[in-house]
């Protein structure tokens, strides 16, 4: 009962990864609006997708969005010198990015399966869109090896300098690119094994149609970006 | 004929390229004035060694092509989408310079031409686009009073610095590339110490 | 009529002065379990992928010679369509996903061949039922056992009614359960009828298995067997894995001196899961001992809280703060490409905190040269082969100055010449240092070791393997594999 659940959930409740890219491209022109109102819609919004994707994800971006709301309230509080006038350039700045990083990381987290059949539907090259969608699950890594290659650095008593900033460069670059290099290789033997250079018609595990709620979602963008221009 | 492997390998290499740049472009945003300046020049440290590797490692025609246009694909998401053309515009460039893909110094001097095109685009949108189009078509990075401030500040002499400093940090960038990728990418040609 | 024949006269990958294979030539009839072995580097991997088709399209080479799939050269296949009749399992399983949910990546395969969606998803559930693994179906990869992995990448084999399997050392990333498991999967898929390849240095979980057995050396075969053929002699005389463990024996009798480190009421947890709690052990000098323990029970954690990369404050003599055990204890990762960073084989070794003089110009170049990598000192280390790099790794250990030092699985994948070298390097370089070894490889273990702390789930005990308490370890591993 609750496996038919998860996966109707799955086929129907979440948006298609067009839609989302094209939230992205209209939140961009929407988060610098001068109206709060549409700012704080959009960014309800956002947090929104993000949850009917990941609980665990939205909950963490909300509290990192509090903490740098915070910081914002503090530096404006205080804020006469250069220093905290950068820094609260640059929390400002994250805060109005932050409905587009959302709904980037709806994106990212979305089913390599699915970005891959969206890029189909576009017509986009098949070796072109393998290497995109390989390229977001790096993306999703690079983190995670990051902090394994500072473990080794740890280790063999090696740390990060700003005095030495070549050598620190290396000392993360190498090992990562290396990696990244290594994996992408198996991973491309594994996919051509799974035949994805076959040039006849491919199909989809999912239900890739665009759903209604692909539309609600795209008025409802179109129509925010149609008031804060009509507003401005 | 360039393989899927060779797609993924320039992907890949540009992607983690792209984000350790947007990294330190962030932190470089802190630097206030300095940036107007500098913009692009300290990502291109890091994008430089990616994009070396990459055309050595493949040496196929169309890389630099493909390595930018995933750039500005990246750019894109991350809400800069008015990169495509101005990526698309540094691949080609970058790609006429290249040749073979044979030479290493030509190589990072293709980079660094194609990184200059990048590193100019604040400057060339300002210029191009005034306040409006720069609310327009980068909301994402500026607000409208953003933007008056930044047209503002592209004076003449302002320009002139950016373009020397930009051409210096290109060039150093392109020739960093090249050296990272000769020390830990290329056959070792080093003398041992031991006996 | 067989399904595969292999005729190889050369093959020589593109820019190699010398060719990987040469006059190969054998038949494969269908339903059988072909085992192929031999020293890394011998071959193997290539011949499976000049048999998988992988060569010369995907690795560029020169190939004289022909593979026939039913009767129909491997490369008039149309471009994709191979993936229906043969499906492979590379070493590494996380390397080889593209997707990030587990049924995405076993429908793939589907999606890409143009099976229609509602029997792609009747085929990818069945898989997963085939594979008793349908309760992983939506989830992450990521959050996934090794050989949860691997039952994944095989369940996506499954979705086509493939004839051929190909496993690329399978047992390489499994624990001592994992290889009892995968055991137990190529049984089920043998009685389905299924032709299967491996590619493997374990011999001992294909004892009952295979019907042929090929044993490579410079790229070509130098002897065979046929089923149940293959005697513990024969791997003694051939230098490959023991095909049983009842013959081995300890081989380390240096007694060990007195106590010089301990560690009390040890506690290692993950996020909020304890995995270990109030583990005590002492150390003696020239002590050389094995850390064993069941699937998950958190072995290589522990092995991070005793050097000080996790753990906070411990009652560990070598250090009570993660700053001091990191001070004082040499941690080598199980992935050793984290912890190599120089532009030379030679630099890499050089860079291990001591003042370059020549004396330690002498003794850089005495171990390089006895990591049989003398003639690789001038090369990039990310580069060496897997062995290689554990080589240098261990190295890199020796030449710290730390004062214990913890090895994580050093000889995963190796064949029995290297695991043999390493267990001699080991052996010798260790004196003088309580040396731990985090491994499931009984032959190192009862190489190298004088002791062995053995954890499961309901406690742990230290036993000595220089008496009779050695029988304990060997029936541990037989009964791990039943």
């Excluded at chain 1, 006038?85 to 990083?101: T, V």
């Excluded at chain 2, 604040?122 to 953003?146: D, R």
């Excluded at chain 3, 024969?234 to 009842?246: E, M, P, T, V």
């Excluded at chain 3, 062995?452 to 591993?477: M, N, P, R």
Aim: charged fraction near 20%; include cysteine.
């Amino acid at each position: 009962m609750s496996r038919s659940f998860s996966r109707r959930k799955d086929q129907e409740g979440y948006l298609h990864p067009l839609t989302l890219f094209a939230l992205t491209i209209l939140f961009t022109f929407l988060v610098f609006t001068r109206n709060p109102w549409l700012y704080g819609i959009t960014c309800a919004a956002s947090f929104l997708i993000l949850l009917s994707r990941s609980a665990r994800t939205c909950i963490k971006n909300l509290v990192f969005y509090a903490g740098i709301f915070g910081v914002a309230v503090l530096l404006a509080h205080i804020s006469s010198g250069f220093t905290t006038g950068a820094f609260l350039g640059l929390a400002i700045l994250i805060l109005q990015l932050f409905p587009i990083m959302n709904i980037g990381r709806a994106l990212v987290m979305t089913s390599s399966t699915k970005i891959f059949t969206a890029m189909r539907q576009l017509h986009l090259p098949i070796s072109l869109s393998v290497g995109l969608v390989t390229a977001l699950r790096f993306l999703d890594e690079i983190l995670l090896r990051l902090k394994e290659i500072k473990a080794g650095m740890k280790i063999r008593g090696f740390h990060a300098s700003l005095l030495h900033p070549v050598r620190t460069f290396e000392l993360y670059f190498v090992p990562l690119v290396y990696k990244c290099l290594h994996v992408s290789e198996t991973l491309v033997s594994s996919i051509i094994a799974k035949g994805i250079e076959y040039e006849g018609e491919k199909t989809s595990y999912y239900d890739m149609r665009f759903k209604f709620a692909d539309g609600i979602s795209l008025f409802a963008g179109v129509a925010l970006l149609g008031v804060a221009l009509w507003t401005s | 004929m360039m393989k899927l492997k060779n797609v993924v390998q320039i992907a890949v290499l540009a992607v983690i390229g792209c984000v350790v740049a947007f990294g330190i472009s962030m932190l470089t945003g802190l630097l206030g004035m300095a940036s107007l300046y500098i913009s692009a020049g300290f990502a291109a440290f890091v994008i430089g060694p990616t994009f070396v590797i990459a055309a050595r490692k493949v040496q196929k025609r169309g890389t630099a092509l493909l390595f930018w246009a995933v750039l500005g694909l990246v750019y894109a998401i991350l809400g800069y989408g008015i990169m495509i053309p101005i990526t698309l515009i540094a691949g080609i460039v970058c790609e006429l310079i290249i040749g073979k893909y044979d030479n290493s110094k030509r190589i990072a001097i293709a980079f660094s031409v194609a990184m200059f095109i990048d590193s100019m685009h604040s400057i060339l949108l300002t210029k191009i686009l005034g306040v409006e189009g720069l609310v327009k078509y980068m909301s994402s990075t500026f607000s409208p009073e953003q933007a008056a401030q930044m047209v503002a500040a592209y004076t003449n002499e302002v320009i002139l610095i950016a373009v020397a400093v930009n051409v210096v940090l290109c060039l150093l960038a392109g020739f960093f590339g090249a050296f990272i990728n000769n020390k830990f990418f290329e056959k070792s040609t080093q003398q041992s110490k031991l006996k | 009529m067989d399904i595969m024949k292999v005729n190889i006269e050369r093959f020589t990958y593109q820019g190699a002065e010398k060719s990987s294979l040469h006059a190969i030539h054998f038949a494969i009839a269908p339903g059988k379990l072909v085992v192929l072995t031999g020293n890394s580097g011998c071959g193997k991997t290539t011949l499976t992928r000049v048999m998988n088709g992988l060569i010369p399209d995907q690795y560029e080479g020169t190939l004289d010679g022909k593979v026939t799939l039913l009767d129909q050269n491997l490369h008039d296949f149309k471009t994709g369509t191979l993936a229906k009749v043969i499906g492979n399992v590379f070493q590494n399983p996380s390397d080889q996903f593209f997707t990030r949910k587990a049924e995405d990546e076993v429908a793939l395969v589907g999606e890409n061949l143009g099976m229609p969606q509602a029997e792609l998803r009747k085929r990818v559930k069945k898989a997963f039922e085939y594979m008793s693994i349908a309760h992983l179906m939506d989830k992450n990869l990521n959050e996934l056992s090794g050989g949860e992995k691997q039952r994944v990448a095989i369940a996506s084999t499954l979705v086509y009614d493939t004839k051929i399997i190909f496993f690329d050392e399978p047992s390489a990333s499994l624990d001592q359960e994992g290889i009892r498991d995968l055991q137990g999967i190529l049984k089920l898929l043998k009685a389905s009828g299924r032709t299967i390849i491996i590619a493997e240095h374990r011999l001992y979980f294909l004892e009952d298995l295979y019907d042929k057995l090929y044993v490579m050396k410079d790229g070509t075969f130098i002897k065979e067997f046929d089923a149940g053929e293959l005697k513990s002699s024969d791997c003694k005389d051939l230098g490959l894995r023991a095909i049983d463990f009842s013959a081995l024996v300890p081989h380390n009798t240096t007694k060990t001196g007195e106590r010089v480190f301990s560690a009390k009421d040890v506690h290692v947890s993950v996020g909020k899961k304890e995995l270990i709690s109030n583990l005590s052990f002492d150390l003696h000098s020239d002590e050389i001992m094995g850390i064993v323990g069941t699937n998950g029970i958190g072995k290589s954690s522990l092995g991070r809280v005793l050097c000080g990369l996790a753990g906070k404050k411990q009652d560990i003599s070598w250090g009570k703060t993660q700053r001091e055990r990191l001070k004082n204890s040499y941690y080598m990762m199980q992935d050793v490409d984290y912890q190599l960073f120089f532009d030379t084989v030679e630099n890499e070794a050089l860079a291990n905190g001591k003042k370059i003089s020549d004396a330690y110009l002498a003794e850089v170049s005495w171990i390089i040269k006895h990591i049989d990598l003398w003639n690789k000192r001038s090369e990039h280390p990310q580069n060496l082969s897997g062995g290689q790099k554990q080589r240098l790794a261990l190295a890199n250990a020796f030449l710290s100055e730390k004062q214990i030092l913890i090895l994580d699985e050093p000889t995963s994948g190796l064949d029995y010449m290297h695991m043999d070298k390493i267990a001699e390097l080991i052996f010798e370089l260790a004196k003088g240092r309580p040396t731990l070894i985090i491994t499931h490889d009984i032959e190192l273990l009862l190489k190298v070791c004088q002791t062995v702390l053995l954890i499961k789930q309901d406690g742990y005990e230290k036993l000595d393997l220089q008496t009779a308490e050695y029988h304990k370890l060997i029936s541990y591993f037989e009964q791990m594999m039943k």
